[in-house]
């Protein structure tokens, strides 16, 4: 999944780097919030620090140490996720049960596999090394993976403690909502897909061809302002925006806002990873289902982007790959800031939701053995997220890249973008 070149001195040293910044992500966290699981969906934070280790352990140290044998025969079975060429792992939904090892054994294991794969990096001859390259670099971008996960859960385990606490980032200005404009992209016959230099997930390749009829994207996000009016027009109310499906959770849940919106005397405010705040209407709407995305769109005579329009449009504009990404440390969407003519808030903020369904592209190869697991047996079901969220590592980000979710998944940091057919539309602020 690389073409990325490495000697033993490099990969050392992004090998420490990674695994600085898991560790620094849980910091501000104590043992006991490291062994809370609040909902099947979301894992420990000590679950995510020690199955990246094992991802290390499994994939790279079992393939190359001398008498291997695992640190633990039970953290094998513990902290595999979902590989099932490697054996039996522990139910997911039970993760919060694993009260032991506590966060502290899972450090003397991270210190263990980390002092181990220094060892193997710094004994092995240049063709074991070409060899295990692309994997221990696959195991940078899980772990980033994870470092994202971590904060999106630890944000839903902390929002059910009633005391609020906080885990860190203050909260930006409040913002004044932004006009809203449109970037024209032409289509044809366009190439979606990776290719070239750089690490890309099995997922994103081949590149390939796609036909686009002419659109035009929004210029930024969705806000929290304009949510609030699809709400006040009865927005969760009214079936006839909704998929059907999309209705039924709506009528099932009792979803009448935001994943982390609640109402008080009749002001609303939103759950961040910095406290609880009357929701600003200039931020970015986030924390919401592809559904309600779907919904809001039709409410306001506009529909998703696809994947392929999404891709296309941000290469055309030649955008570096910078925005709020978690390296900001502000660890929640900011305002989109003032019209460019070209689009903003394309990496970082939230994830995008579009109307592409997850599937392999014309051609894609799962990579052979477990590894194989990763990404392509996850594909039904499932809807492409594009962009980036202010939970993303950097380095993490790319135009290619295909994030997925179930339709009514609500904790991921997920926003929305409109789209529109080519014929112009009445936009309010710059029409490029
Ligand atoms: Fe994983």
Redesign the pocket.
């Known amino acids: 999944m690389t073409t990325t070149t490495w000697d033993s001195d490099s990969l050392r040293a992004r090998f420490d780097e990674v695994r600085a910044e898991t560790e620094r992500l849980a910091a501000p966290l104590s043992p006991e919030d490291q062994t809370v699981q609040s909902m099947p969906d979301v894992s420990p934070t000590k679950w995510h620090r020690a199955?990246v280790t094992w991802?290390f352990e499994t994939f790279v140290l079992a393939d190359c140490e001398p008498g291997f044998s695992p640190f633990q025969d039970a953290y094998w079975f513990l902290f595999n996720?979902y590989y099932e060429s490697v054996g039996p792992r522990y139910a997911r939904p039970d993760r919060g049960l694993i009260t032991r090892p506590g966060a502290h054994d899972v450090g003397t294991y991270r210190g263990n596999v980390d002092a181990r794969m220094r060892d193997v990096l710094g004994s092995v001859d240049g063709g074991t090394l070409d060899k295990l390259a692309p994997v221990i670099e696959l195991g940078f971008h899980?772990e980033q993976?994870?470092q994202e996960l971590l904060l999106m859960d630890i944000k839903h385990v902390l929002s059910r403690n009633p005391l609020q606490p906080v885990y860190a980032g203050a909260p930006s200005p409040r913002s004044e909502p932004d006009p809203l404009g449109w970037v024209d992209v032409e289509g044809g016959l366009v190439e979606i897909g990776h290719e070239g230099e750089g690490f890309r997930f099995d997922n994103e390749e081949p590149r390939h061809r796609v036909w686009l009829e002419p659109y035009r994207l929004a210029d930024r996000l969705v806000t929290n302002g304009e949510w609030l009016e699809f709400m006040a027009d009865n927005g969760y109310g009214r079936h006839e925006l909704w998929l059907s499906d999309g209705r039924a959770r709506v009528v099932q849940d009792g979803w009448r806002a935001p994943f982390y919106w609640s109402e008080l005397d009749g002001v609303w405010f939103e759950h961040t990873l910095h406290g609880t705040f009357p929701v600003d209407p200039g931020l970015p709407v986030s924390h919401v289902s592809f559904y309600e995305a779907e919904a809001y769109a039709t409410w306001a005579g506009k529909r998703l982007p696809s994947e392929a329009e999404w891709e296309h449009a941000v290469e055309q504009d030649g955008q570096q790959v910078r925005g709020n990404l978690a390296d900001a440390r502000t660890f929640h969407p900011r305002a989109a800031g003032p019209s460019t003519g070209a689009l903003r808030q394309v990496y970082g903020d939230c994830w995008e939701w579009t109307s592409s369904a997850y599937h392999p592209y014309p051609g894609f190869q799962p990579a052979p053995g477990a590894i194989g697991e990763y990404n392509g047996k996850f594909m039904s079901n499932q809807m492409v997220l594009r962009g980036g969220c202010a939970l993303t590592p950097a380095g993490h980000a790319r135009a290619t890249y295909r994030n997925f979710f179930p339709h009514g998944a609500r904790w991921a940091l997920s926003g929305v973008r409109l789209a529109d057919g080519g014929a112009p539309v009445r936009a309010t602020g710059v029409v490029a």
């Open positions: 199955h991802f996720s899980h993976q994870h």
